[in-house]
Structure formats: structure tokens, C-alpha cells
């Protein structure tokens, strides 16, 4: 139950009551009013603006934006679950619901669980595609990358659990030139997995230690053949068995994150001409945007400013990007006749298309900010303004040990290694840390206090709540063995013995749980759902710990069996949201802290 969506449609139900008594004029549409909480809770327990947003549409009708407020009001106090409602300034309604109404949120969410606020999937919804990671397959994965399989992996599970068809998947960068630079560093260490001496690695290659296994594999399969042979015979080889080693240490680098996708999609298999085809899939996008007349040979400008070293002036194939937003026009084919990476781009954005995706989520690091505008524009030209793509960009990690920064590792040659991170403070805390920023804002890992035990330690302080709850529960059967602490039992306890202000405080919390779960999937943000946990588990240790002091106020009391059934049932209920949002994050929520 979504008690915010609840009331909006009350309120749509008594604008329409309004428009039939011929008091609002007709077509005023119910999607542009909101109902959301208060930002001052003494303000009551909903805030409305419709009387605001429908304030010009209405001026015939009313005199005033609060006059038409004071129309809903008069209708909004006559509702069974309202307790009151006024009219603030010049015309936002504040609600005050009876306890009733939260009641039976909270009995919904004890039936529910940890599916409380899971939206049911919606079949007539296009699936969304949310490609994430993406990293060039030419090493480990460092701790830049894991912020955005972090984001992209709960991304997916929040769209997922609002009711989407999900597809996550990777694009494998194995064509270009940084792959061939991969297997001529990969050739060096089958050289030396052969006994010769390599001395210090060239500059232009991988230096990192993780070659050298993909070294020893291709002296064991091929002994010394490939050792007289000219660069180009032995080129593919060593770069299929390097890509190939590379993507394995990949996906064990996000095994252990936590991190699994749907597709491996191979950006050379782009480049590929199929079987029976005339064209590899490049060209076919090229020219699928060519028949809507989407592209010409023409010069461009030189770029503002200094001019890069490989800019020149001359006759190109180029994408009417400017046509759908874009600054400039953008070059699909090199000098060379070889495809610009933008071209590839396309070609793999129009095989989402083809394969019926109409919702297309990017999630890249911040240095492919500038590309944003061309590959949005390239995508409603492909698609005929038929998809969208949502390009979220996260910003770099500095990491940091007590202030100071990290040393680089040895293994990967010049960066820190995401595994290295994950083995030292645990995959929960890189998580949950990774989160509780919003993506394009910049993040400093701490890696001493991601692992403190301490309310300064964000994952420790909401994993520590749900445990905190747990023992409560495991407390009151302590205090009453008979009790039966299911659900549906918990579900017929007394609620309106919940009556201080801090549990109904986590009463309504939990009320915003399925609205926030709406809200942040909308919007592609699951930073929301980590800073909603926060917020829940700090109203809970802040109740918890007043019942030090007061003993009244303790979730378990042995004189009030009663009572502590009811509070038993919230406990419940707060335990249960926690440990969705934390599945959600892709964060386990402990039953005890160790």
C-alpha cells in the first residue's frame, strides 16, 4: 500500500466530484499534483500541491489559489481516514491521517515482508536494458570501475523490483587498439614464460603481474611455434586467449562484488560480417540512418580552442547528430576507412533496439561526459524516436586509508585492483559505501572506516539496526516462549497501544518505504534507498536507545505482554523493510553483528 499514491487518488477523485459540479474546468490532468511528506512533519503527515499547480487553469473558477485549497480541504475532512487537513500559505493542503490509516499500512507490510512495496510487473512495459561496467577487457578491474557496477547492478535490481523486466548486460571493448597493446604485452610474457629475459616492460604496454598467467597458458598450448612467426600471424591468437583470460579475471572480479549480468555483448562481433549478410552490423546502422536521410559528406568545423594533433579538414561521412540536440555533427568513418568508436557505438545501441529494448540505461565512468549528447541523439535517430537512453555518469573514487591516500598495487602495475578493496573490508561495505553518494558526485573511500564499528560508519550502522531488531525479537520469546511471533498473528496485535511519538515516527518511516521504491526507480537513483535506510535505522536506534532511559518505552517488556506484542509487530515490520532495501543494494542484513 502506497499510501501517498493512495491519497493523490482521493484527491483526483474529489477534483473530478469538483469538475462534474461544473466548479473546475474540464482536462486538468491528475499526473502534475503531488502528494509526498511534509518537510516539517508538525506540519501533518501529507503534503498536496494541487490547488498550486492548477492555479492558472482554475483562476475563472476561483479566486485564488487558496480559496480552490479550501474547496479540497472541505472535501478532504469529510474522509474516513483524515484526521485534518488546513491550508498553508498560499495554497499547499497539509493532511493529518488517524492512526488507523498508518495501522494498516503497517499490517499490509507484515503480510507483505520483504515484498512490501514491490510493484507488480506490468506486462504491457517494454523491458529496460541497463549496461553497466563495460570495462576494456585488458586487465582486473580497478576501484573506478566497481563504483559503476555497484550503481548499475542495484540499478537493476530496484527497476526489477518496481515491477521491470530487467536485462543487465556488459559490452565487451575487444576491438580497437588497446586490445591489440593487450596481446602484445601478453606475447611479451609468453616470451618470458619461455625462459626469456624480458627486462623492464616497454613503455605503451601492460606492465601488471595478471599477464603473466595468460603468458604461461600460451607457452603450454603452443611451445615455441609462435616465436618465429611476423606479428600479424600470431596477433589474433594471442589476442583471443588475452581477452579471453582477461574477461575470466573480470567476472571473478565481480563474483565477488556481488555483480552478475544477462549478455556479454562483443563490440568485434560488430565488425563481423555474418554469414549470408552483405554488411557486418556497422554498416547496417550506417545505413539505416543513411535511407532517413541522417547522413551526408561534408567538412566540420575545427573543434574550439587548441586543435588536437589528429583533427583534420576534410571530406567526411557525417551523423546529423544536431538534428536531435547534439552540438556538432560527428564523423562516422576514419581516414582510413576504419569506423570511428562512435560508429561502432551506434551499431551496438541499434542491436538494443532490434532486440526490443524501447528503455536504455548507460552507466559510464565521468570522463565520457562529452559523449553524452551524441549517443542520446544517435539513439532516437536509430530508433525513430521510438527508444530513450539514459546515461548515468559516475564519478571517480579517491580511495583513502584514514585520510591518507592508497598506495598503487604491484599486481595489476599502476592502479589499486576493485578485488583488492573487496578482500580487505568485505563486499557489504563497498557496496553500501558506493551507494550512499549520489553517482555523480565524487566519493572518498576510507578504508579504515568502512570497517569501523561505530554509528560513523554508515554500512555498520544500518546492518547493526536490522541485527539490533533481530535480538529485540529474539528477546521478547526470551520473555514470553508461548508467543507467536508469525506474521499473521502479529498482524492481529493491538496497534493503537503504538502510540509515542517515536514509534508512530517509524510507522510512517515504513509508510514511505513503497513510495521511495517508486520514486527512486523513476528517477534511476538508487543512492535514495541506501539514504532511506539510513534515515530508518536512525530512528530506530534513536527510539531504541530512549528506551535506556525509559523503561517504558522498551520494545520488550515482561510486566506488558500485551503491549510489548505490538511493539514485537513494528520490530517486524522495520526488520523486514531493512533487509528489502539492503537486497536491493545487493547488501546482506545479519541477524547478529560479529
Known sequence: MNIFAD???????ILAALGREGRLPPGLDPARFTVEPPRDPAHGDLAANAAMVFAKDVKSHFASPRAFAEAIVAALVRDADVAGAEVAGPGFINIRLKIDAYDRVLIQSLSLQENFGRIAPD???APVNVEYVSANPTGPMHVGHGRGAVFGDALASLLAFAGRQVTREYYINDAGAQVDVLARSAFLRY???LGEAIGAIPEG????DYLKPVGATLAAAHGRALLDRPEADWLPTVRAAAIDAMMALIREDLAALGVAHDVFFSERSLTLTPPGAARDAVMQAVEALRSRGLIYEGRLPPPKGQLPDDWEDREQTLFRSTQFGDDVDRPLLKSDGGYTYFASDIAYHKS??????RELIDVWGADHGGYVKRMQAAVTAISGGAAALDIKLCQLVKLVRNGEPVKMSKRSGDFVTLRDVVDEVGRDAVRFMMLFRKNDAPLEFDLARVIEQSKDNPVFYVQYAHARGCSTLRKGLEAFPDLDLSPPALARADLSLLADPGERGLIRLIAQYPRLIEQAAAAHEPHRVAFYLHDLASAFHSHWNRGK??????????????LTIARLALVTSFTAVLASGLAI????APQEMR
Not at 352 to 357: A, E, H, S, T
Open 585 to 588: 543494494l545487493g547488501v546482506s
Open 7 to 13: 491519497f493523490h487518488a482521493r484527491i483526483a477523485a
Open 549 to 562: 532511559d525509559e523503561h517504558g518505552l522498551r520494545f520488550v517488556n515482561e510486566e506488558q505482554r500485551i
Open 191 to 193: 616470451r618470458e614464460a
Open 205 to 208: 604496454l601492460y606492465p601488471g
Open 123 to 125: 506486462p504491457s512495459a
Open 352 to 357: 538494443k533496439v532490434d532486440r526490443g529494448f
